[in-house]
């Protein structure tokens, strides 16, 4: 069991992450949210988040969707100096994902670990099965499994029921990650599940918008609620 749940801020720039950092997020992470549920942000802004988030929290970077590096080199190993993590879905993968995923993996060679996603939609997504995903991770070594929804509108959630799911990622991979549209009030009652971290986007961000710049107030409540505070 983790000892404290933290919170993962998802930027898109160097001044958000100054952002999360001011309002107490654990782990920054980087991606673009105007490409996706996983949208890579350019390596380039990678780079800034690192330089300016302080040393001793994570930056971690989405890299898409397996589909998304069909016939495509994958960025410079020197780009992913100073991350602590890489994480990939598995949206419209097909059926041979996980031979490709493998050949991916080889073929970009060492490096942050690797955090694979399960998508709670994930027959919408034309993604792999959760049990599926946590087999392949767990053959591959990850350091852990993010539980995400491929889909953002309302009506798409991770709810308790997953606690079978989360135990298994602790049990055969390590480290827990939620996401998926999650509020203050979705961390609340999610707590129970011990995860290692609750992620968040639009929860961060200015008036709830997605689109928006992170608000450090909006972080700081996000942050008091993954440790039960008021």
């Not at 992170?214 to 996000?222: S, Y």
């Given at each position: 069991m983790p000892a404290r749940t933290g919170l993962l801020v998802s930027v898109r720039s160097a001044a958000e992450a100054l952002c999360a950092v001011e309002g107490g997020a654990s782990v920054v992470d980087v991606k673009e949210p105007d490409r996706g549920a996983l949208g890579m942000a350019d390596p380039e802004v990678w780079r800034e988040v690192?330089?300016?988030v302080p040393r001793h929290l994570p930056v971690t970077v989405a890299l898409g969707d397996l589909e998304d590096w069909r016939d495509r080199a994958g960025p410079e190993p020197s780009r992913f100096e100073g991350l602590a993590f890489r994480k990939m879905g598995f949206a419209h993968a097909g059926a041979d994902w996980a031979d490709r995923w493998t050949a991916l993996r080889t073929a970009w060679g060492d490096?942050?670990?690797w955090v694979a996603v399960v998508y709670a939609d994930f027959a919408r997504a034309g993604a792999p099965?959760?049990?599926e995903v946590i087999a392949e991770a767990a053959r591959a070594r990850c350091a852990g499994v993010l539980i995400d929804t491929y889909g953002k509108e309302p009506g798409v959630a991770i709810d308790r029921g997953w606690a079978e799911v989360v135990a298994e990622i602790r049990l055969r991979v390590g480290l827990v990650v939620i996401a998926g549209g999650l509020d203050e009030a979705a961390i609340r009652d999610l707590r129970d599940l011990d995860p290692d971290h609750f992620a968040v986007?639009?929860?961060?961000c200015e008036r709830g918008d997605r689109r928006l710049g992170?608000?450090?107030?909006?972080?700081?409540?996000?942050v008091r609620a993954c440790s039960g505070g008021v």
């Open positions: 690192r330089q300016i490096g942050p670990a099965s959760p049990g986007r639009g929860a961060a992170i608000d450090p107030g909006r972080v700081g409540a996000l």
